[in-house]
């Protein structure tokens, strides 16, 4: 009975010192993680001080996602010989130039993607990549400024498709008005002067107009995660069925070195071109602004990523 009450003891006193060591270290990992977030803090507002000097600030990330596959006689799926794939990647790319008395912000964004799936028992079905996403958009913002967070400015904004239907619509923006920057990052831009031309075939669908245009952007790097939110609108004075908006949103997270983890999705509403996909690709030749539904555009696309 002794040597039980001995070995309870004796386990007791190795539990009571396993959970103080524990509880000690635990107690010394929140302490260095507490001195870790002090020192990002001030890694973070001496690269908001970097960030606000005179000069050029150029900088790009994307995103890289892929996979291939091939199956044969795999009879539980309905194409049991096939040979699948695709791949794609974004491209944000930015440089801008801040003065004392003005600034010039240039940026562009290229997301492209290709799909395949080849059904090797369908001689006729179509067999190579095909194009799926197809986004590619450009702008140059110059203002002078009035004081450090109010600016006169003009824009120039092309929108259009790269591999397929390149202009075809092609949307340019040309305006001005004021930018107002209120924190560091955020850029917002209102020009109730604008004039967004739209170049295409089908002219009788498309149409230019004038109109106010509205762009917020807000870009930033946190320690390995970079963001980037774009928001673009053009509002017609002549014609709600003109008005257009997209908003594209990219981040990214890095886990080694350059290379980490991307995420990019974006948004659309544009009617003209809801239009123009109703009659031209539908074929429904009695489509119109009244009787076609403008449904929410939109694509994401996950992948790796790598930081320029």
């Given at each position: 009975?002794?040597?039980?009450?001995?070995?309870?003891?004796?386990?007791?006193?190795?539990?009571?010192?396993?959970?103080?060591?524990?509880?000690?270290?635990?107690?010394?990992?929140?302490?260095?993680?507490?001195?870790?977030?002090?020192?990002?803090?001030?890694?973070?507002?001496?690269?908001?001080?970097?960030?606000?000097?005179?000069?050029?600030?150029?900088?790009?990330?994307?995103?890289?996602?892929?996979?291939?596959?091939?199956?044969?006689?795999?009879?539980?799926?309905?194409?049991?010989?096939?040979?699948?794939?695709?791949?794609?990647?974004?491209?944000?790319?930015?440089?801008?130039?801040?003065?004392?008395?003005?600034?010039?912000?240039?940026?562009?964004?290229?997301?492209?993607?290709?799909?395949?799936?080849?059904?090797?028992?369908?001689?006729?079905?179509?067999?190579?990549?095909?194009?799926?996403?197809?986004?590619?958009?450009?702008?140059?913002?110059?203002?002078?400024?009035?004081?450090?967070?109010?600016?006169?400015?003009?824009?120039?904004?092309?929108?259009?498709?790269?591999?397929?239907?390149?202009?075809?619509?092609?949307?340019?923006?040309?305006?001005?008005?004021?930018?107002?920057?209120?924190?560091?990052?955020?850029?917002?831009?209102?020009?109730?002067?604008?004039?967004?031309?739209?170049?295409?075939?089908?002219?009788?669908?498309?149409?230019?107009?004038?109109?106010?245009?509205?762009?917020?952007?807000?870009?930033?790097?946190?320690?390995?995660?970079?963001?980037?939110?774009n928001l673009s609108a053009f509002m017609s004075y002549k014609s709600s069925n003109l008005s257009?908006?997209?908003?594209?949103?990219?981040?990214?997270?890095?886990?080694?070195?350059?290379?980490?983890?991307?995420?990019?999705?974006?948004?659309?509403?544009?009617?003209?071109?809801?239009?123009?996909?109703?009659?031209?690709?539908?074929?429904?030749?009695?489509?119109?602004?009244?009787?076609?539904?403008?449904?929410?555009?939109?694509?994401?696309?996950?992948?790796?990523?790598?930081?320029?």
């Amino acid at each position: 009975m002794k040597k039980i009450v001995l070995a309870l003891s004796g386990l007791l006193i190795t539990a009571f010192a396993h959970a103080q060591t524990e509880a000690e270290l635990k107690a010394t990992l929140g302490e260095k993680k507490d001195s870790i977030a002090a020192i990002q803090g001030r890694a973070n507002a001496i690269q908001a001080q970097i960030d606000a000097l005179p000069g050029w600030k150029i900088g790009a990330f994307g995103v890289i996602g892929g996979s291939i596959s091939n199956f044969s006689n795999w009879y539980a799926q309905g194409i049991p010989n096939n040979a699948s794939g695709n791949i794609g990647f974004t491209v944000n790319a930015f440089a801008n130039l801040q003065e004392e008395k003005f600034f010039w912000r240039n940026s562009g964004n290229l997301n492209l993607s290709w799909v395949k799936l080849d059904d090797k028992d369908d001689p006729n079905d179509e067999s190579g990549f095909r194009e799926a996403v197809d986004v590619f958009n450009i702008t140059s913002l110059y203002g002078r400024k009035l004081s450090e967070t109010f600016a006169i400015s003009t824009l120039g904004e092309y929108r259009t498709t790269l591999l397929n239907n390149f202009n075809n619509p092609g949307y340019l923006d040309i305006g001005v008005g004021a930018t107002w920057t209120p924190v560091q990052n955020l850029v917002v831009v209102i020009h109730p002067l604008n004039y967004n031309f739209v170049f295409s075939d089908a002219d009788d669908i498309f149409e230019s107009s004038m109109g106010a245009k509205v762009v917020a952007d807000y870009t930033r790097q946190l320690g390995a995660i970079a963001f980037k939110s774009n928001l673009s609108a053009f509002m017609s004075y002549k014609s709600s069925n003109l008005s257009n908006w997209t908003w594209i949103n990219s981040f990214s997270y890095t886990l080694w070195k350059k290379i980490g983890v991307g995420f990019d999705f974006g948004l659309r509403g544009n009617r003209q071109e809801a239009l123009n996909y109703a009659i031209n690709t539908l074929g429904n030749a009695g489509a119109t602004f009244d009787n076609t539904d403008n449904e929410l555009q939109s694509y994401w696309t996950l992948g790796m990523s790598y930081k320029f």
